[in-house]
């Protein structure tokens, strides 16, 4: 084979691959144009990010009602009112909720909340967290301490020492001493002074005391209240009857002797 065959063959099998794979308007000779591949199949998003967001905001202990409800309506709604939810929903909820809370604290507090409750609702909208948050905690511990200062000033012997004993501890001293304590101190000193009161009267008045004694806080209270009196005035009454019989039998004798 001479030397101008081998150089025409090799050059045809340099362009073989490129004719094999070219298309057919090449071989026809028509220019070519880049093919865009098959667009990827549309296929539809599941919000389940904000699906899961709002189910964990109603598995939140502190969720409020009005937050509640308003994630429970977007969770039954569309895709597009969970999205609306939790970008402008979520927020004007707690917004409520939180005034809702300020609200009840200022209804069923003491003086000291009541005021810092009606302030917070007054301001914007972080004053309003920063009581839920802080300032609801101080107020509630200081109408505890005022509240517990007032029972000692003016309660008994038991009263005083337990009240004292309650400031000086923790909030929870306080609160226990509020709910409980107060009740144990009152109904103590009821009892110590009834059984003062009996010590030293008279029948009426003795037997009035051993009889409240037997009672309640109220049958105590009473017999503080009007009880002695009422007995003392019997006892005072019988003591009259017994002069009045004594000196009338010594006037008799008197007589009888002239």
Do not use: C
Not at 50 to 61: F, G, N, S, T, V
Not at 75 to 89: A, H
């Amino acid at each position: 084979m001479n030397r101008a065959r081998v150089l025409a063959l090799v050059a045809a099998a340099a362009f073989a691959p490129a004719v094999l794979v070219s298309s057919p308007a090449a071989a026809a000779g028509l220019p070519q144009f880049p093919v865009a591949s098959a667009p990827d199949k549309a296929t539809d998003v599941e919000p389940g990010g904000d699906r899961a967001a709002i189910l964990a905001i109603l598995a939140d202990k502190n969720s409020g009602e009005i937050v509640r409800e308003a994630a429970q309506k977007a969770l039954d709604g569309t895709p597009e009112d969970m999205r609306r939810f939790l970008d402008d929903g979520l927020h004007v909820a707690r917004l409520t909720d939180d005034r809702l809370r300020a609200s009840r604290l200022a209804s069923a507090g003491g003086p000291t909340m009541k005021e810092m409750a009606r302030e917070a609702l007054r301001g914007s909208e972080e004053d309003l967290r920063r009581f839920l948050d802080e300032g609801q905690h101080f107020a509630r511990l200081t109408d505890y301490r005022i509240s517990v200062t007032r029972l000692g000033a003016s309660g008994g012997p038991t009263m005083k020492e337990m009240a004292w004993k309650a400031l000086r501890g923790s909030e929870e001293d306080l609160r226990r001493f509020l709910d409980e304590g107060q009740h144990f101190a009152r109904l103590t000193d009821y009892r110590i002074s009834v059984t003062r009161v009996g010590g030293t009267g008279g029948p009426a008045v003795k037997a009035a005391a051993r009889k409240a004694l037997m009672g309640t806080e109220a049958d105590l209270r009473r017999f503080l209240d009007t009880g002695q009196y009422e007995a003392r005035a019997k006892d005072a009454s019988g003591v009259n009857a017994k002069a009045k019989a004594k000196a009338k039998a010594w006037a008799k004798a008197s007589k009888n002797k002239k």
